[in-house]
């Protein structure tokens, strides 16, 4: 057995063993990689309720009257469009355009942003931050100080919102959040999350963790691994940093322009990375992240095959890839040439000696289902 | 305050629509709409040769608030599309009357677009 015993736990590690959860080492933490199993799980979510336990991931506070100023320098989406109460996507560029960090900004009080960071990037995230916006406002890492947990699925805003006897929870917009008690703590419910479905991420004090945690499940909610985590975003079309996106691939060709805001530019709030991305904008890319569809049946691409042309030479990668179990067959994420990337283009992916066909899809694989209304 | 530039014509969806010189008719959507929608992630369009009814859903916009249909203004038929909007969807947000362009039609009947809304009836109809 595998010495785990130099990693780092989140306050809800111990639950999760004593659940029964199959652990695994991810980027240094020991976290749950299944429970019931990666399918069953998958199905929990996009039909009733699952809860993740992500407080692995970081988050890194800008407080001061610099704060809003020290943002604008780090993030590519524009900060100056956020209200208290209100989050956006964002992309953390180099000075080269290429990605430090895919994040969400939080806006809690004009003087007062978090940024939630992924949890294999917390202390070189925070090195970016104090490197180029440290001189601009006080910023502190408080990752260790909060524990997350999501809250995913079309039951998902109605089990929070009861236990936390809450109707004001319901009404909080996509990418808002708002202050509860649930389960006797303070918490945070934002109505965001990485799954292709509605729900909260709930942001709690440490101590409270379990009891949050036990109150979810006690309500119906099923534990989610990492397994599950994985085929939930791969089927929206979710970017993993270190898979989809890293220090050389830049937003634009990674289909994330929407969160690249060169306008502010012009308004004095310049960003790292944003002379490298308007002259990328200005020339274009030359190639392009893309979603596939595997049309060679009992095939699965992973990441690292290759998508190789007539002749056999290596023209793109594959940078996820795994079975959708929602909507059926094998599904991917990949680096093709400009040229290769209109929807309904044959691929082809050369992966251990063998290569399949496969074709470029539009669009997440899967969108939920519009609420009754 | 919405940028309606007097040169095209609208719909009450807010979709614009621009004659050119050769008789086609290049389709978007409005300065109005993008604000509304915010910030755009996915634009979905038919193909080339689909043919558009006036009134119709003729593609799909994906923002980070909803998605919304688009609807064609006139009959006629696809002869263009902005496919750089498959890897650019935020050209929609940043250049709507330009880079933002959509589909480019044949109209079935070339006075169609006289029946649309003049940009003084649209802004009229966007401050009610």
């Known amino acids: ?373 | 305050m919405s940028n309606i530039p007097s040169n095209l014509r609208y719909t009450k969806e807010h979709e614009w629509a621009r004659l050119e010189a050769d008789g086609t008719v290049v389709v978007g959507i409005t300065d109005h709409a993008v604000n509304t929608l915010g910030d755009i992630t996915l634009v979905t369009l038919p193909t080339v040769g689909t043919r558009l009814t006036a009134d119709q859903e003729f593609g799909t916009i994906d923002s980070v608030k909803a998605v919304s249909e688009l609807f064609a203004p006139i009959d006629g038929e696809v002869i263009e599309v902005n496919t750089e909007l498959d890897a650019s969807p935020e050209d929609v947000n940043t250049d709507c009357y330009g880079d933002g362009w959509m589909v480019r039609i044949r109209p079935t009947d070339a006075g169609a677009l006289d029946r649309l809304l003049t940009a003084e009836q649209y802004e009229a109809l966007i401050k009610e």
């Open chain 1, 1 to 373: 057995m595998a010495d785990t015993s130099s990693l780092q736990h989140t306050p809800l590690h111990d639950a999760h063993v004593a659940r029964g959860a199959k652990m695994v080492d991810f980027g240094g933490w020991h976290m749950p990689l299944q429970y019931e199993g990666i399918l069953a799980e998958h199905r929990a979510v996009r039909t009733a309720v699952g809860i993740f336990d992500v407080s692995h991931m970081g988050e890194v506070d800008f407080t001061g009257p610099g704060a809003l100023a020290a943002v604008q320098r780090l993030i590519t989406n524009d900060a100056a469009k956020l209200t208290d109460g209100k989050a956006m996507y964002t992309a953390v560029c180099y000075p080269d355009g290429g990605i430090v960090d895919d994040c969400i900004v939080y806006r809690h009080a004009p003087e007062w942003y978090r940024i939630v960071v992924n949890a294999a990037n917390i202390a070189k995230d925070f090195a970016h931050f104090q490197e180029h916006a440290g001189d601009l406002c006080a910023i502190a890492n408080h990752s260790d100080d909060v524990a997350l947990i999501a809250v995913q699925g079309p039951q998902a805003r109605g089990l929070v919102a009861r236990l936390a006897g809450s109707d004001a929870l319901l009404q909080v917009p996509s990418f808002g959040f708002a202050p509860a008690t649930l389960a006797g703590a303070s918490i945070v419910a934002a109505r965001t999350g990485y799954t292709g479905e509605d729900g909260f991420e709930l942001f709690v004090e440490p101590a409270h963790a379990v009891a949050v945690w036990d109150a979810l499940l006690a309500g119906g909610a099923a534990p989610i691994g990492l397994g599950a985590r994985d085929t939930l975003r791969l089927e929206a079309k979710l970017c993993l940093y270190g898979n989809d996106i890293d220090a050389t691939t830049n937003p634009l060709e990674a289909g994330l322009g929407w969160v690249v805001k060169l306008d502010k530019r012009a308004r004095g709030d310049d960003f790292v990375g944003g002379e490298a991305l308007a002259q990328i904008k200005a020339r274009g890319n030359t190639r392009s992240l893309v979603g596939f569809r595997v049309t060679e049946a009992k095939n699965i691409a992973r990441p690292g095959a290759d998508i190789v042309d007539a002749g056999g030479a290596v023209i793109g990668k594959v940078t996820s890839g795994g079975p959708a179990p929602t909507v059926g067959g094998a599904v991917g994420i990949a680096y093709v040439p400009v040229g290769l990337s209109a929807p309904g283009t044959a691929l082809t992916i050369s992966q251990r000696g063998r290569s399949f066909a496969a074709e470029v899809v539009k669009g997440p694989f899967y969108r939920r289902p519009e609420p009754a209304a």
